[in-house]
Nanobody, 124 residues
Framework: QLQASGGGLVQAGDSLRLSCAAS????????MGWFRRAPGKEREFVAT????????YYADSVKGRFTISRDNAKNTVYLQMNTLKPEDTAVYYC???????????????????WGQGTQVTVSS
């Protein structure tokens, strides 16, 4: 089970940190990803991190502003979002898939466990 939290209403330029707590899983062997879906748009990839946290990958639209990290002792993955823009407004979802090889994935179909989503709204 994945439980995302930390969303909210902020102004452009502000920061937010999303969290995704995992339960019932061997978290350290899960590749984790963040995706988002804006109103009227398709779900899009945001960031991914390997099980050990030594590999990350970002969508171009968030590179340099967002940072994905994880704390395997707490079974939690984070998405630190800085310099938020109105176009970052979306429901953010965390996702997991088992990967003992430590690979990272940016396609949604690669993930088989999804959280319920948390709303992020950035006003201009």
């Amino acid at each position: 089970q994945l439980q995302a939290s930390g969303g909210g209403l902020v102004q452009a330029g502000d920061s937010l940190r999303l969290s995704c707590a995992a339960s019932g899983r061997t978290f350290s062997t899960d590749t984790m990803g963040w995706f988002r879906r804006a109103p009227g748009k398709e779900r899009e990839f945001v960031a991914t991190i390997s099980g050990r946290g030594d590999s990350t990958y970002y969508a171009d639209s968030v590179k340099g502003r967002f940072t994905i990290s994880r704390d395997n002792a707490k079974n939690t993955v984070y998405l630190q979002m800085n310099t938020l823009k109105p176009e970052d407004t979306a429901v953010y979802y965390c996702a997991a898939r088992k990967s003992r090889s430590g690979d990272i994935y940016y396609r949604a179909y690669s993930y088989n466990y999804w959280g319920q989503g948390t709303q992020v709204t950035v006003s201009s």
